[in-house]
Each structure stands twice: as C-alpha cells, then as structure tokens.
C-alpha cells in the first residue's frame, strides 16, 4: 500500500515537504491528519453508527464503525481515507457502493473506488475493526486508552483523545471540520458485572448471555474526540434544571461507592449552568441532557458525557491554580471542563491550530463563574492569579493542517486577552451579549480563528485584529513605559505589533490611547497614576 498511497499524494498536486517549528518535524503523515485533503474533502459526514467491545484482561478493543455521509461535490473515482491509528487495524471494510480496493498504510485506510459520484448523494462506509489500542500514560494529556482498576479492584475503562485524535481506537473522519450533523449511535458492550456509560441518553439495555449492550444515542453534531465510552461499576443518579430551554436533565454516573460524595459535590452543577447560561446563551444540548461520568483520569470535555475525576474536591486536585484562594471555592473540573460544552462542542475550532478558541474562552469562563457565583472582585483576583502560569514560550496559535496546538499559555493568557477586551469594550452587557451571540450565530458550527474574531470586532464596534495579533501571534506582553510630573503624565508602548490599538483608562474615567511614540497628557489630579491591573500589560514608570 505505501507505493499506492505515495503515487496518490504525488498525483494529488500537495506538497507534502517537511518543515520545522522549534525541533518538531512535520511530516506527509501530520498533513494528512490535520488537512482537508483530496481524500476529505468532498464528502461530509452525517452520523456515526458504532459498537465498541472493550476486553479488559488483553487491554484490547473491537467493533465497528458505520459512516453515513453525502457527497457535497462532483468527483469522479476518488479516494476516500479514513483514519485509524497504529496499532488498531481494519479486518474488513464495507461501502454502500463499490469498492475497488481498500489498504490500511500506517495510520490510514484508503478506499478507491471506480464511479462517479453526484453531489448530493448518500453512502455509507462500514468499517470493522480490532486491537490494542494506545494506551495513555498519562491521561488525558498524552492520550490513549485507560486500562486500569477502581479502588476495590474492579475493572474500570476509557479513553482521552482529543490530542492525538479519536482514531486512536475508532475508525473515523478524524478532523475538527467534519464533525457528523446528525449525532451518533454508541454501542457499548460489556460483562453483565459493568456498566457501559456514552454520550448522549441510554436509549437501550440489552442483555444476551454474559454480556450486556449499553446504546446511546447523540442527536446533535459532535467533535470525534468527544467519542467516548467509559466502562466501570457506575450507579446512577438523576436531577433536573430549570434553564433557559426548559427543564434540562442532569444525568450522574459515579463509581458505586462514590455515590455519596458525588450527590453532595455535584451540587455545584446547578450553579455553575446558572451562571454559564447567563453568559452564554441556552445549555448547547438540551436534546442529548448533562451528564457527568467518573473518570480514572482527571478530566475532559467529552460532549454532554463529561469526564469528572477531581476526587470530589474544589480547586483543581485540591490546588488553587490562580495562588489566590479564589479557586478553592468550586470544583474546577465541574466549572471548566463544563465551560467547554459552549467553547470546543458547541463551537468547535476547524484546525487544531485554533484550540485558542476552545481554552481561552473556557478558561475565562472559570472567571465569570467566579463573578456570578461569589463577586467581581473576586473575579478579577482569580484571572490576574493565573497569569503566574504563562510562560510566553510560543505563540498561543499552532501550524495549521497538521494537527498541532499553540502554546498551553491558550489557558491563562488567552482568558487574561478575552479579560483586557472586556476592559476595552467597557460595557459588560454588550460584552455579555457577544459571548450569547457567539454561541447564538455560531451554534453547533466549526469555526476558524477569524472568523471569531471579525465577530467580537464587528459586535463590539471597535477594531481588535490587532489585540488578536499581540496576544495569539507573538510571545510579547505590551509594556507601558511613563513618567508623572504632578498633572502631567508621559507614556508610550514598547514590546508591540505595530500600531497595536489597546487603549487603556487610567484614573477609573480617563483614557488614552498608547502608541511606540511618546504622549503626555494632562491628569486631573497630581496624585499618583491609579494604572487598571485588569489590562494584561506591563506597567513600567521610568521616573
């Protein structure tokens, strides 16, 4: 197959050369995982309809995976690739048309057909699968699959992706752009001693023999790397909330001898979608519910299937992350990884490049979950405390087409860049209102960096592309440099884009706008310069 797989990329026209970004190699195989390519791009997922059997004592999986998907332009006898990472393989691969031939090369299967295939036309593509998948050393950062046991010995599985792509253990369209419209069908097969928990709602249990099927159903678009079963000795429990859509349904699942630390615990949820729907807009899912699933692992995003294993405790593992004490108030996997359902599922970055857009706006949503639920100033101390967490290493957007993220400052920095636009745009409801309208006009969609960000300029009636360029593209922190001399006050920026516009209040109601060249201005008192800590620059009087 390498021979036909490399004969198709040279005939492709795509340049596949390597090329650098601090000692990172980019290869022919990240464009192929992180680009639309010609073997992508002319057809669009529509739904997911998978089983997945996992075997706890070889740590291996299988089943199978059905894609439907219509063909959104005129191709004739083209490749399709589907993804499936080493060491996972395809036993056989079925189509709903004819199949020419079909080889798995590396991390890749490539189906070549020979027909004409009309825009608009429906298929599908069933895949049957089998293996040992990765297995994460350190989930959920690294990725892979969790074999591991619970506290009393019992087999307890998952898995965490969104890194290195869901294709890890399921054959899949695996790029952030094609996510399936129509939702997913899960089936999770387990022994009858476990439990199999997916996103979405349990539609079916069925039990033949030893073994017991768990079927979960998703009605919504969603990102493949939300895919997620977990399988362990969970109990469940259920609640109710009064949200903007109605009643949304709050489903529990905890390992049973958890049960009640997570009833007391997990009565931060409530507050937290109080507090999101007010900033947000409307809970992204009422159709598929809430739902938060006890992890061997820390935590992660997983659509309306939340990851949650924070030990029943505030903070982050019982750590205020912010050094400020703020944080020591609420769970933050409840609050951040919860965050994620309107920034990464609702909308969701196209290239990996762009997780910005997923981080910087959830991790900012830590702050204003602080603000609702306790006060501003306390909001404003936590996200100046997590500035201690930037290092300003690389700048925070990554290369694109080859699935590969910025720097992790997308957390810290990125939430202190969407708090100094919210100090510029100085009207918090109209700031509110740009997060609802994000959520709003751009629900259940992937989206790219810009178009993000000619939304928050063209709403807020102010230019910010080059704020955008300053905090997402460089590792330069602007720095005003002045001098007072009674009423009078000498400033300018260094450290900048050029012509950044940042203009800053000084003294709760005066504003003036920094540029490379030296101002003065007159104060209206002789008093010291009060210089606002909520702008995310360095204030440095030169006397």
Known sequence: MKKLSYTLLFASGLVFGQFFEKGKVFTKQDTLKGSNTEFRNFWDVKKYDLSVEPDFEQKSIKGNNKISFEIIKEVTNPVFQI?????????KVEASFPISNYKQDGDFIFITTSKKFKKGEKYTINVIYSGKPTIAKKAPWDGGWVFTKDEKGNPWMTAADEGIGASIWLPTKDIWSDEPDNGIIMK??????????????????????????YTWEVKNPINAYSII?????????????DGEKGKLDLDYWVIDYNLDKAKKQFQQVKPMLSAFEYWFGPYPFYEDSYKLVESPHLGMEHQSNIAYGNKYQNGYLGRDLSGTGVGLNWDFIIIHESGHEWFANNITAKDQADMWIHESFTNYSETLFTEKYMDKKSADI?????????????????????????SGDMYPKGANMIH??????HNDEKFRQILRGLNKDFYHQTVTTQQV??????????????VFDQYLRTIKIPTLEYAQDGNTLKFRYTDVVKKLKLPIIINGDQTINPTEEWQTVKLKKSTPVELDPNYYINYKNIK
């Open 188 to 213: 999770i097969i387990t022994p009858n001693d476990l439990v199999g928990v997916g996103n979405g709602r349990l539609t079916d249990k069925k039990t033949t023999g030893s073994k017991t099927t």
């Open 229 to 241: 079963p977990s399988i362990g000795k969970y109990v469940n429990f259920k609640d109710t909330f």
């Open 453 to 466: 960000e000619n939304y928050i300029s063209s709403k807020a009636g102010i230019d910010f592309s080059t």
């Open 382 to 406: 936590y996200v100046q405390g997590i500035r201690q967490g930037i290092e300003n290493d690389v700048p925070i957007i990554g290369n694109y087409g080859v699935r590969n993220e910025g």
């Open 420 to 425: 100094t636009i919210r100090q510029i745009i």
């Open 83 to 91: 993804d499936l990472q080493q060491p996972m393989k395809a036993d």
